[in-house]
């Protein structure tokens, strides 16, 4: 995979420059640092002559303290350095358009970079959606999502869907079964979280779970998706995450598939 980082020396910068390290380390690929100075910002500035050079100082101290940490980390990978000026946005976007990374990591001062890029940007700290139905899976791989949660700084919502349509009329008490073991598993899910130290919001949606998940990713601007790749046992999530990934041109987050909970 091919990784942008969008630097900006700040601590959510730092966090995401790792993240991205981490994410090559254990899959492959490279990535780009690129940092851009503003130099807009001192024209007409009133702070004083030497604002614009004590800025330039700072991102020069961002970059050295970027460089210790691809040297800490990043032996054997293939790691590229670009420093410019202008409109730090406009030239994201010109980089992915002719790079076409994979991802774009970015501190979340960054969060409308999401409305003009063509790939998917995760936002260091976000927030991670976990869908979730009465199957098990996010439990058996609740050490996965600690880590994307903590690698990121980022909070977790979990996300329980109720598969209203499956249902008829005359099935009603099957219903209310199902419901309650989908909300009991997201207070499970949470109450685990919650004592690993992990920020946590939950939510129970009745409708089709491919749509439910794009619709609350959407309405609480989640920076990645974390989605069950399959399983031995039938499952509606399961079914919606093949759809989701079907219909490709509907995804505007990074997914990150959680492998089946039997081979966990």
């Given at each position: 995979?091919?990784?942008?980082?969008?630097?900006?020396?700040?601590?959510?910068?730092?966090?995401?420059?790792?993240?991205?390290?981490?994410?090559?380390?254990?899959?492959?690929?490279?990535?780009?640092?690129?940092?851009?100075?503003?130099?807009?910002?001192?024209?007409?500035?009133?702070?004083?002559?030497?604002?614009?050079?004590?800025a330039?100082?700072?991102?020069?101290?961002?970059?050295?303290?970027?460089?210790?940490?691809?040297?800490?980390?990043?032996?054997?990978?293939?790691?590229?350095?670009?420093?410019?000026?202008?409109?730090?946005?406009?030239?994201?976007?010109?980089?992915?358009?002719?790079?076409?990374?994979?991802?774009?990591?970015?501190?979340?001062?960054?969060?409308?970079?999401?409305?003009?890029?063509?790939?998917?940007?995760?936002?260091?700290?976000g927030?991670?959606?976990?869908?979730m139905?009465?199957?098990?899976?996010?439990?058996?791989?609740?050490?996965?999502?600690?880590?994307?949660?903590?690698?990121?700084?980022?909070?977790?919502a979990?996300?329980?869907?109720?598969?209203?349509?499956?249902?008829?009329?005359?099935?009603?008490?099957?219903?209310?079964?199902?419901?309650?073991?989908?909300?009991?598993?997201?207070?499970?899910?949470?109450?685990?979280?919650?004592?690993?130290?992990?920020?946590?919001?939950?939510?129970?949606?009745?409708g089709?779970?491919?749509?439910?998940?794009?619709?609350?990713?959407?309405?609480?601007?989640?920076?990645l998706?974390?989605?069950?790749?399959?399983?031995?046992?039938?499952?509606e999530?399961?079914?919606?995450?093949?759809?989701?990934?079907?219909?490709?041109?509907?995804?505007?987050?990074?997914?990150?598939?959680?492998?089946?909970?039997?081979?966990?």
């Amino acid at each position: 995979m091919k990784i942008l980082v969008v630097y900006d020396g700040t601590l959510h910068a730092k966090k995401a420059l790792r993240y991205g390290l981490k994410k090559i380390h254990d899959g492959g690929g490279e990535i780009t640092l690129l940092q851009v100075f503003d130099s807009r910002m001192f024209i007409d500035y009133d702070a004083g002559p030497k604002a614009e050079e004590m800025a330039r100082n700072e991102a020069a101290q961002g970059l050295a303290e970027a460089r210790q940490i691809i040297s800490e980390q990043a032996a054997g990978m293939s790691v590229r350095i670009i420093t410019d000026e202008g409109d730090a946005s406009q030239m994201v976007r010109e980089y992915v358009d002719a790079e076409h990374p994979g991802l774009v990591l970015a501190p979340s001062r960054f969060k409308d970079l999401a409305k003009i890029l063509s790939c998917p940007l995760t936002l260091v700290p976000g927030t991670i959606l976990v869908p979730m139905d009465n199957t098990g899976s996010p439990v058996a791989n609740i050490d996965r999502i600690v880590s994307e949660a903590e690698s990121t700084g980022s909070r977790v919502a979990l996300l329980g869907v109720v598969p209203v349509h499956l249902y008829s009329k005359e099935e009603k008490a099957d219903l209310e079964r199902v419901k309650k073991e989908i909300t009991a598993a997201v207070t499970k899910m949470k109450k685990k979280l919650v004592e690993k130290g992990i920020s946590v919001s939950e939510v129970v949606r009745s409708g089709y779970p491919d749509e439910e998940i794009l619709r609350v990713a959407g309405e609480q601007a989640v920076s990645l998706i974390l989605l069950p790749s399959g399983s031995t046992v039938p499952s509606e999530l399961s079914k919606a995450t093949a759809i989701i990934l079907e219909e490709s041109e509907k995804l505007k987050w990074p997914v990150f598939l959680l492998p089946p909970a039997e081979a966990v």
